[in-house]
């Protein structure tokens, strides 16, 4: 009878914890679904209007979500014509100079200067009731020089054009769309219309009106826009160069019908996404642009891969299968929760954030320690060298984010396991601090086991972290894992502990007064480059080898910001704005990378983007010690 009773008892009991997993997975379903209608609602609001959003060409107004466009482009004198034009090609073939001026994230204004064959053009524009303004102005021009304006159904998309001598008409199976040209010398042709540069001339949608008339609604757009620019008069001129940079890279991705915000128009004539760019842009637009911010975060979450990553870059046609990129998407999308309190934002990306945790435990670990990896794929008749090298060292520094970094340099590359076997510091690290921040998130979404998961997760890395410690250098250090030796080629990434909160608070002093302030090694006029000057590669001035790079500044601010160190925030602040404002107000570049002594960027043979938006990431520490976006350390409601 008793043993009756205990099976009873049993049985009841593990029907009891089937029907709570049940439960519990029927309410995730539901909080789903929730989620999953209010991020369909959100996009469809951002597909409206008239915005840049070609990322073919900056001088391309399209109207969504018909896609109608009118694009402008430029014959000079000689009959040489640039048909697209983007920001940071001054050293490319087409050599076109770009100015970005102001750019509301919503199209109501946009300004650009533009210099080409000695061509000096201002173009504006603003939309009003959805309809368009669009004003060309000459500022230096010859005779025999035109303005091209070419009306094009984009992407496929239905419609008819027709162009008459009094109006471009656009059939599309929403709407009728007219479109009015005031010029000189108009010429009429099937598919465009050619009009002398002698004289300001506009573009106008719904009804014709008269060059004054744009001029004047033109003017009380800027007006508006620079009104509103100060709301952040302590930080303008950051403010200024960071949303500038964020609103131009801001485009319309037809493929999977979303706005997405891709790393520079240059790099891809679609799209193409990184993995903490990415997130990166998410964490910046959230200052005053919730729903761009959620977009950002979102569109990199669900290019999830099959084996649950996220990675390291997916574009048209092409997504990296074997690599990931940096962990720091949990610990952005925690901070942008911070600021809105909505949680369906947090169920929309929790359940691929969860899968992209467990698989770097389940995939990169070695021996305990993380380390970067590739796993070879079949990738078809693809000839991208991001999917050719797949399975090759070459793809495993990628997953690092730092490409040809020194660090990598010694490093044994395990070709049966595909894996390199050096563990990082860096990497370990900013995996400790996205489990803390994921295990928050769960918390707040009542998923208590899985923030026991994540927390466990995290104390169990963080104890490995701290074997990396050398203590008579004062420093975390990378390990080879075949030698078992500490490597002493030093970057900004051994100072992420700092983010997880492994460091004592003596530690992280010694960090910074042996290292930090160490002229041989990271302090100077300009900081941090990507390698301790004393090392053989900082002379290389290539990419990951010396340059002064955004995000792994401001992931050190973000150390930093765990512990009093208020004289080493407070530098790493400025001389990081300093380097920003540098090039933005001499050239109106916000760079991928920074000349580590002359705090130049851009030049074209360091593979440095001119307007690469993580760049900003150098002001945007700026913001958040003004106050303007909640900092980390202020508390999350549950």
């Not at 694009?71 to 697209?84: Q, R, T, Y």
């Not at 320690?369 to 070459?394: C, E, F, I, Q, W």
């Not at 002379?539 to 992931?555: C, E, K, M, S």
């Amino acid at each position: 009878m008793n043993k009756m009773r205990y099976k009873t008892s049993f049985l009841l009991f593990i029907l009891f914890f089937i029907l709570c997993d049940l439960v519990n997975a029927q309410n995730q379903l539901s909080q789903k679904e929730t989620s999953t209608k209010e991020a369909k609602a959100m996009s469809k609001k951002l597909i409206q209007g008239w915005n840049t959003w070609n990322t073919r060409s900056v001088m391309s107004q399209v109207l969504l979500p018909e896609s109608f466009s009118i694009n402008l482009a430029i014959k000079d004198h000689s009959g040489n014509i640039l048909e697209e034009t983007l920001i940071g090609r001054d050293h490319y073939g087409s050599k076109e100079r770009v100015i970005p001026g102001p750019h509301a994230y919503d199209g109501s204004y946009t300004e650009l200067e533009f210099e080409w064959h000695n061509i000096k053009l201002r173009v504006q524009s603003t939309s009003v009731n959805n309809e368009l303004y669009l004003l060309v102005s000459p500022l230096n021009v010859a005779q025999g020089d035109s303005l091209i304006i070419t009306p094009r159904m984009l992407w496929n998309r239905k419609g008819e054009i027709k162009i008459d001598p009094q109006m471009i008409v656009g059939n599309t199976p929403t709407k009728n769309i007219k479109v009015y040209v005031n010029g000189n010398n108009k010429t009429i042709f099937s598919n465009a219309i050619h009009t002398s540069l002698e004289k300001n001339i506009s573009v106008t949608s719904g009804n014709s009106k008269s060059v004054q008339y744009v001029e004047s609604t033109i003017k009380t757009a800027k007006l508006k826009f620079e009104t509103e620019r100060l709301k952040f008069e302590k930080s303008s001129e950051v403010y200024n160069a960071m949303q500038t940079v964020l609103a131009w890279t801001t485009i319309y991705d037809p493929n999977n019908n979303r706005i997405i915000n891709p790393v520079s128009r240059t790099f891809s004539p679609d799209w193409v996404l990184f993995g903490w760019d990415t997130y990166f842009a998410a964490y910046m637009l959230s200052l005053n642009n919730k729903q761009l911010a959620y977009a950002n975060a979102i569109a990199i979450t669900k290019e999830i891969t099959a084996k649950g990553f996220i990675p390291n870059n997916s574009q048209y046609g092409h997504k990296s299968e074997d690599r990931s990129e940096p962990q720091v998407g949990s610990i952005v999308v925690r901070e942008i929760y911070r600021k809105y309190q909505e949680k369906w934002f947090l169920k929309e990306v929790y359940n691929e954030l969860l899968s992209w945790n467990r698989w770097r435990a389940a995939n990169r670990d070695v021996d305990g320690y993380l380390v970067h990896g590739t796993d070879p794929y079949d990738y078809g008749n693809s000839k991208s060298r991001s999917a050719t090298l797949s399975g090759k060292m070459k793809a495993a520094k990628w997953e690092s984010g730092m490409d040809n970094s020194p660090m990598w340099d010694d490093a044994t590359f395990d070709s049966l396991n595909h894996r390199m076997l050096m563990a990082d510091v860096g990497l370990m690290s900013l995996y400790i601090a996205d489990c803390h921040s994921l295990s928050e998130i769960a918390d707040i979404l009542g998923y208590t086991n899985d923030a026991k998961e994540l927390t466990a997760r995290a104390e169990k890395y963080s104890k490995k972290l701290e074997t990396l410690w050398d203590d008579k250098f004062g420093l975390y250090l990378n390990k080879d894992l075949v030698t078992g030796k500490l490597s002493y080629r030093l970057t900004p990434t051994l100072f992420y502990p700092l983010l997880a909160k492994v460091p004592s608070l003596n530690q992280a002093s010694r960090m910074m007064k042996e290292h930090f302030y160490n002229e041989k090694e990271f302090w100077g006029e300009f900081i941090m480059p990507s390698v301790a000057r004393n090392d053989t590669a900082f002379n290389d001035n290539h990419y990951w080898r010396g340059r002064i790079w955004a995000p792994l500044n401001f992931l050190v601010y973000l150390g930093m910001r765990n512990y009093n160190l208020p004289d080493a925030k407070k530098d790493m602040v400025e001389k990081s704005k300093s380097l920003l404002l540098k090039t933005w107000i001499s050239e109106r570049h916000v760079c991928e990378n920074y000349h580590a002594e002359t705090g130049n960027g851009g030049e074209a043979n360091t593979w440095s983007d001119a307007f690469y938006h993580w760049g900003a990431l150098l002001g945007f520490m700026d913001i958040m010690e003004k106050g303007y976006v909640p900092t980390p350390q202020a508390p999350v409601i549950f």
